[in-house]
């Protein structure tokens, strides 16, 4: 049967993951990048498990190119998926200055861990208020959608 004789009220739900599944996974991404951290570990030959035999300012040997490795993993599959990319940006940008921080002295390893715990928690926040946004966005129009078609059968039943 051609698309276009399905009626609406089969169509909704594809149109509703169509514009939040997507984001459903999002989470379970996040800790995914455990996969990304592996492989970039083995790459640079870093160990970021290793960090407790390091002083509270000072980088491991190859830690910046793992960083980096790390950062493109998060550009590249969490960033194009993300309901709110800027945040992930966000995020990069500020560990970056976290980690020059830790370099010169500014901030221990153990603060730049816990800032970054707390923004991993916003961005969670965050992606799952954004969801519900739009969950409630796409309920609004179906049921604006349905009130139209309930006037349109009135005036005419045989239309759908």
Do not use: W
Request: net charge positive.
């Amino acid at each position: 049967m051609p698309y276009k004789h399905l009626p609406l009220r089969y169509l909704l739900p594809v149109i509703a993951l169509l514009a939040i599944g997507h984001s459903s996974n999002l989470l379970a991404d996040i800790s995914d990048i455990n996969g990304e951290l592996d492989k970039c570990s083995k790459t640079h030959n870093y160990d970021p498990k290793q960090e407790s035999q390091l002083g509270a300012n000072e980088l491991g040997n190859n830690e910046r190119d793992f960083l980096e490795c790390v950062y493109t993993g998060i550009r590249e599959a969490l960033i194009p998926k993300a309901l709110i990319p800027d945040d992930y940006k966000y995020l990069i940008s500020q560990h970056k200055q976290m980690t020059n921080a830790v370099e010169k002295g500014e901030m221990t390893r153990q603060q730049r861990k816990a800032r970054v715990q707390e923004l991993l928690g916003k961005i969670k926040s965050n992606e799952v208020n954004e969801s519900e946004r739009r969950i409630q966005d796409l309920s609004a129009k179906r049921d604006q959608f349905l009130r139209s078609r309930e006037r349109m059968l009135k005036r005419n039943p045989r239309m759908f």
